[in-house]
């Protein structure tokens, strides 16, 4: 069975600050793993995806992910935060590499604070 | 662009009460999905439909049906509502499996039972 570990519920840095959210994963095949973003009072939206291409990962606004498969880790970083970046952030992984459908399993969520 | 529109926005019930969440997409997706979202626990699968004519169960699919209407369409009904289904459901829908295709979500509807 797969499952999604996101370090720290809350985050909280300063404007301009380097931000990191960590995700570990498990998974009995090779993943798939997402990283969506979730503003106050809306649906997910997509960050960005990995699926066994380069192991670093380019999303939008500025965001980026290492896959390390040694580590089992999937982290969100952005090399300077903006007020706009508050929100809550979800790790997904997938077992689409090994059955039939793709189980989704998300994160519990980390909720990300930016300071001024 | 629409994309995901989910309706009501705003729903409390009573116990025992009945009610259908409606989710339409205009994206011409196959799948499409219903999840809950609690606090501290991200978000379960409740039922999902790979194409139009199919469904089948998620994480935690006691107590709720879906139907796929149509390709655009796939509503969630809960018979008789109970306080633990107070929770944001969310639809979604995506181009091909959720595994690999990115998931497209609507805004929500935030249900409370008392």
């Known amino acids: 069975a797969q499952s999604v570990t996101q370090l720290g519920s809350h985050v909280s840095v300063s404007e301009g600050a380097l931000v990191l959210l960590r995700c570990n994963y498990s998974s009995s095949v090779p993943p798939y793993l997402f990283w969506y973003v979730q503003y106050p009072n809306q649906g997910l939206q997509l960050l960005l995806k990995y699926t066994s291409a380069a192991t670093l990962v380019k999303g939008i606004n500025g965001f980026e992910a290492e896959f390390k498969k040694s580590e089992t880790s999937f982290h969100l970083t952005k090399p300077s935060a903006h007020m706009s970046d508050a929100a809550e952030y979800f790790c997904?992984?997938?077992?689409?590499?090994?059955?039939?459908?793709?189980?989704?399993?998300f994160g519990q969520g980390t909720i990300l604070t930016v300071h001024p | 662009n629409a994309g995901v529109t989910q309706t009501p926005k705003f729903q409390v019930l009573k116990t025992g009460q009945s009610m259908t969440l409606q989710c339409a997409q205009d994206?011409?997706?196959?799948?499409m999905y219903w999840y809950r979202q609690d606090p501290g626990m991200g978000l379960r699968l409740i039922y999902y439909s790979a194409s139009e004519g199919t469904t089948d169960k998620g994480e935690v699919p006691n107590g709720y049906n879906v139907s796929r209407l149509n390709k655009r369409e796939f509503s969630l009904r809960l018979e008789s509502a109970a306080p633990s289904q107070t929770s944001v459901y969310f639809c979604a829908s995506s181009e091909g499996r959720q595994g690999s295709s990115p998931l497209h979500f609507g805004n929500g509807t935030r249900l409370t039972v008392t």
């Open positions: 997904a992984v997938s077992d689409a590499g090994g059955t039939s459908y793709g189980k989704l399993t």
């Open positions: 994206m011409n997706h196959n799948s």
